[in-house]
């Protein structure tokens, strides 16, 4: 499975900006797909995820409400919707797809990984 990120960029506060993962090889719907992310100085941390068919999504704390992932089978892409963006959401984001998770918010769950796109949120 190969995942390729984009839609990064600069962003003021408050502003939005959504990031996409496309996903080629092996089979979409058995994938439950993440967004992670990694600040610079920071480890890297869960962001969300969706479940096969989207019926369960997860969050950050930090990011419920602002932040709706969504994924489409047909087009084995996966999206990140990010709203009222804060400084503190700069950092480069990953999307990650596994196979079997054992702990969906576990970054070691995930088997696949795209390269990561830049979100900086000025304030």
């Known amino acids: 499975v190969q995942l390729q990120a984009c839609g990064g960029g600069l962003v003021q506060a408050g502003g939005s900006l959504r990031l996409s993962c496309a996903a080629s090889?092996?089979?979409?719907?058995?994938?439950?797909m993440g967004w992670f992310r990694q600040a610079p100085g920071k480890e890297r941390e869960f962001v969300s995820a969706?479940?096969?068919?989207?019926?369960?999504?997860y969050y950050l704390d930090s990011v419920k409400g602002r932040f709706t992932i969504a994924r489409d089978n047909a087009k084995k892409t996966v999206s990140l919707e990010m709203n009222s963006l804060k400084s503190e959401d700069t950092a480069v984001y990953y999307c990650?797809?596994?196979?079997?998770?054992?702990?969906?918010?576990?970054?070691?769950?995930?088997?696949?990984w795209g390269q990561g796109t830049l979100v900086t949120v000025s304030s």
């Open positions: 990650a797809a596994a196979i079997v998770p054992w702990n969906i918010r576990s970054g070691s769950a995930y088997d696949y």
């Open positions: 090889g092996g089979t979409f719907t058995n994938l439950t």
């Open positions: 969706t479940s096969w068919f989207g019926v369960n999504t």
